[in-house]
């Protein structure tokens, strides 16, 4: 690496998942004034039209049938990433190495567990070997693909996480705790103290894609006739589906629910309210730790997901309300 310039990163994602590309987004963000750093998704550039039907696929069984996906992440676990992929996987992986080519980075970062392989492949036909790290999006259970990737270091959310991957063979000296790559306006923002007078008590509620699960989690928080209770509805993604059961609920509640669609001040809001509500996503619950903002899980993906919500019962950060009596006893909970 020449003194006279500056480093490069390349950082590499994809969109299974909204932690990987927000780990990357932010991490971006935090070297962008020390370092020439570069964002790529070698599955969307790859394989652009099986990446979306993928993508759909993922949030469809994630949200509707996660009994399946907890069966499809066991059976990822016993699966062996040093080999060959399908076809169509070549493209991708044709597609990262492209990009190494073309940026010529100095270091390489992986948010999503397939990429590393890649990397160890390119090494193996010729290319320039450079240091390798993965991001791990993931607390406390980590699957396999993570845990026997080639890379150079691990950096890890949480000293349990770290603790529990030298428990399985990794060499501690390459495992570093970071925490999860929030964003850095984090650092700029003042979250609610313990001295907030908490009325109104303020939620964040991020919706899935179910249709009734809005109204019957709504009117269960709204319904809490203990303490005045306020409600912001963060449709994200959803909006166009979600809009209509959304407005339902405001014109139900007037002047105590309001409605946001995609937002880039996620953690502005969450810095300006008591509770988050939302599913056990990386991205979520670490930027929920981030603004010391609790959280209710109100739905939960087998897998990678349970040791979200384990991290947050350990420190006494949240834990899961996926009934409607589970969550007003949540609820009742903190307010007492």
Known sequence: MSLERRPRILIATAGFGDGHNSAARNLAKALEKTAEVRV???????????NNVLRGGYRFVTTYLPGTWGRIY???????????????M?????????QVDDFDPDVLVSTYPLYPYFVHRYVQSGG???PLVTIVTDSIEINSAWRHAPADYWLV???????????????????????????????TLQPLGADD???PFRILF????????????????LDYDEWPIELTIVLGRNVRRLYQQAREIRDAYPGRVRIRGWSRRVPE????HHLVVGKAGGATVHESLAARCPMLIHHLVPGQEEGNLELLRRIGGGDLADTEEALAAGLRDLLS
């Open 40 to 50: 790529v998704d070698p599955c969307a550039e790859g394989s652009p039209w099986l």
């Open 74 to 88: 066991r059976g990822v676990e016993r699966r062996d990433f040093t080999k060959k992929h399908p076809p169509f």
């Open 90 to 98: 070549g493209r991708v992986e044709g597609a990262f190495r492209n």
């Open 128 to 130: 320039r070997k450079r």
């Open 157 to 187: 959310t949480d000293p349990d996480t770290r603790r529990g991957l030298i428990d399985q063979d990794l060499p501690g000296e390459k495992i570093v705790e970071t925490g999860f790559p929030v964003d850095p306006i984090f650092e």
């Open 197 to 199: 007078s908490a009325r």
């Open 206 to 221: 991020f919706p899935t894609a179910k249709r009734p699960a809005v109204r019957r989690t709504a009117r269960t928080l």
């Open 269 to 272: 809001l969450l810095c300006n």
